[in-house]
């Protein structure tokens, strides 16, 4: 058989034996008695909920819930219309957020790189690093500031919180790019410094090629598999920004809907909108990886 299928067949293997974990770990945490503690009685520890039946209940909400006992809320609101509501707001909101960070990340990175020159500049690069050390909630609360300083100045292009308009849109895709953004410039800034320092991209110029031309068919082509690698390891910190993002801008996406589903004690509803969050993160890493794979292909048969 072929390696590539082999080894392609154990990787969707790992990752479906991990989000199967990451299931039953969220059905587990969300089954456990409010009550529930280990303390210690004649010396032996012992647990006021015995763990063979909090087992037994995960099991039983597992298969409810693939019986599609979550279609309904506590409140009797059609469940599936809510998640599909929610869920199409936050990946539009992704979408928008990634794709003005690769291309911002791209271009401020190009412009740090020093593409083969002996000195560069460190405004630039502070430029890139001091949002990365910033908290996410300050970024929001910066960007919600100027927008209210723009209201009170007549000026109502974005709105600070809400949705149903794709002024409240801008703000929350804006927040939510500029970390990755910076992170792209960062990563394209280091990998296209270390393509000049290849033989070939020296042949090339020695050879009297355009600086332009070496960095877009030498230069940046090799930079796309390093940038897309370094982009899977930061799909958590993209999650975990959504859903901060979100929840700053009062924004109605899945993290309103894990929220209110938590309030309102609806656990079927909280458990699924925790899964969709597991999902979309797996989904973006798997994505990742297939054009970091993709991009690296493309290269060896290049090179062949």
């Not at 590539?4 to 293997?13: F, M, V, W």
């Amino acid at each position: 058989m072929n390696p590539l299928i082999i080894n392609a067949s154990k990787k969707a293997l790992s990752i479906i034996l991990l989000f199967c974990i990451f299931i039953y770990i969220t059905v587990f945490i969300s089954t456990v008695p409010k009550n529930f503690t280990i303390k210690q009685v004649d010396g032996k520890w012992t647990a006021t909920y015995p763990i063979k039946n909090i087992m037994k209940s995960v099991n039983n909400k597992l298969v409810s819930l693939a019986q599609g006992d979550y279609k309904t809320t506590s409140n009797g609101k059609d469940a599936i219309a809510l998640i599909k509501a929610s869920l199409a707001k936050s990946m539009r909101l992704l979408t928008g957020g990634l794709i003005i960070a690769m291309i911002l990340g791209l271009f401020k990175g190009i412009f740090d790189s020093r593409r083969g020159k002996s000195k560069d500049s460190s405004l630039k690069i502070l430029l890139t690093i001091i949002p990365i050390s910033l908290p996410d909630i300050l970024i929001v609360a910066i960007l919600q500031t100027f927008a209210i300083w723009l209201i009170q100045n007549g000026i109502k292009i974005f709105r600070v919180a809400g949705s149903g308009t794709w002024n409240h849109e801008v703000l929350p895709i804006v927040a939510l790019s500029i970390l990755p953004a910076c992170y792209i410039a960062r990563v394209t800034a280091l990998s296209i410094e270390s393509c000049y320092e290849k033989e070939y991209v020296k042949a090339a110029l020695g050879k009297g090629c355009s600086g332009r031309r070496i960095l877009w068919n030498h230069v940046m082509r090799n930079a796309f598999g390093i940038i897309f690698e370094s982009l899977s390891n930061i799909t958590a910190l993209i999650i975990s920004n959504m859903l901060i993002v979100e929840y700053m801008f009062s924004f109605p996406g899945i993290t309103s809907l894990l929220m209110n589903s938590y309030r309102s004690f609806d656990s079927n509803i909280t458990i699924v909108t925790v899964i969709l969050i597991g999902i979309i993160y797996f989904a973006l890493d798997a994505i990742f990886q297939l054009l970091k794979r993709a991009t690296y292909r493309s290269l060896k048969e290049d090179a062949a």
